[in-house]
């Protein structure tokens, strides 16, 4: 059965679309042409009018949706601009949404690590410690902000506890009861952030250890999955993806809800730089990444590579 590439492609036990693909774009307050972002090769920042052109290029690729992340010219201790109108990322999801319409799943990421001048993922309390409750305040006014700009997903992505329940309230008491959720369940403090630290020039001093996941622990995964479904969320997520494919997998074969996983920029990082040195395959590493993050049991991948792989598939 793997003799021919017929017998290979008919015995095959998991495929790959353009629909089940994800793609993170980034858009940058006050650019006036996109940037490339260093560590992250072929990846921009984007500005309010490029980002339209990527939104036609994912609808003309087929790929399932664009999860946008914003960029802003200030930040302070609450992340303002997060729940602001005009602020970027707001700004950037009726940008997309009016581009794309319902031809492309419009996702936001809903935190405050972009935003905040201390770089953290929530409000700090007098003690310099994330103060879950009153982050969760935080994030309700930024549900309510980001699907009124017309986000058709939330990607939740702070890991504090509650976070799904109060942003399911929020929503359903302001209108909204059909934007769905994707709670990043099992996020874990990965060093494969590294990259991305740059892309949303991070003010990060320190480490989110306090409120991510431990590398060290599988069940957790499961656990805070589990607790994310009872409290509403439509998807789970568990990021990073090549790294936790055991913790995927875990949470794949309980979910009763679509589970998703990130390929986050770390890992794109990896296969670009050996590619580059001449060490493997390219486009070989990023066809059997995502086949193995599909095979694990995810439903649908966030990867930097959509669009590239979608003109493959396709």
């Known amino acids: 059965m793997r003799r021919t590439?017929?017998?290979?492609?008919?015995?095959?036990?998991?495929?790959?679309?353009?629909?089940?693909?994800?793609?993170?774009?980034?858009?940058?307050?006050?650019?006036?042409?996109?940037?490339?972002?260093?560590?992250?090769?072929?990846?921009?920042?984007?500005?309010?009018?490029?980002?339209?052109?990527?939104?036609?290029?994912?609808?003309?690729?087929?790929?399932?949706?664009?999860?946008?992340?914003?960029?802003?010219a200030t930040r302070d201790a609450i992340g303002s601009q997060a729940d602001h109108p005009e602020g970027i990322l707001n700004l950037a999801i009726a940008a997309v949404h009016e581009e794309a319409g319902d031809q492309l799943v419009v996702q936001a990421d809903l935190c405050l690590d972009e935003?905040?001048?201390?770089?953290?993922?929530?409000?700090l309390d007098a003690a310099g410690e994330v103060d879950n409750d009153a982050t969760l305040t935080r994030y309700e006014a930024i549900a309510i902000t980001q699907a009124r700009a017309g986000a058709a997903v939330l990607g939740v992505s702070g890991m504090m506890d509650g976070q799904v329940a109060a942003?399911?309230?929020?929503?359903?008491?302001?209108?909204?009861?059909?934007?769905?959720?994707?709670?990043?369940?099992?996020?874990?403090?990965?060093?494969?952030y590294g990259p991305f630290r740059e892309a949303v020039d991070s003010q990060l001093s320190g480490n989110r250890r306090g409120y991510q996941q431990d590398p060290a622990n599988r069940r957790e995964g499961v656990r805070e999955a589990a607790l994310d479904i009872n409290e509403g969320a439509d998807i789970v997520m568990v990021k990073p993806a090549s790294t936790y494919l055991d913790v995927l997998s875990d949470v794949a074969e309980m979910s009763p809800v679509p589970v998703w996983a990130y390929q986050v920029s770390g890992e794109a990082a990896m296969i670009e730089a050996a590619a580059a040195n001449g060490w493997i395959d390219r486009r070989a590493a990023i066809e059997e990444s995502i086949v193995s993050i599909r095979r694990a049991g995810a439903d649908a991948v966030l990867t930097y590579f959509a669009l590239e792989l979608a003109g493959w598939l396709r």
């Open 5 to 72: 590439p017929a017998l290979r492609r008919l015995a095959a036990e998991t495929r790959v679309h353009p629909a089940e693909l994800i793609l993170p774009v980034f858009v940058r307050e006050g650019l006036d042409a996109p940037r490339p972002i260093e560590a992250m090769p072929g990846v921009m920042q984007h500005t309010l009018e490029s980002v339209r052109q990527v939104a036609r290029d994912a609808v003309a690729a087929g790929i399932g949706g664009i999860m946008l992340f914003g960029v802003p």
């Open 115 to 123: 935003f905040t001048d201390h770089g953290h993922c929530g409000v």
């Open 167 to 192: 942003v399911r309230t929020a929503l359903d008491e302001a209108g909204h009861a059909d934007t769905a959720i994707l709670a990043y369940s099992a996020k874990y403090a990965s060093a494969f």
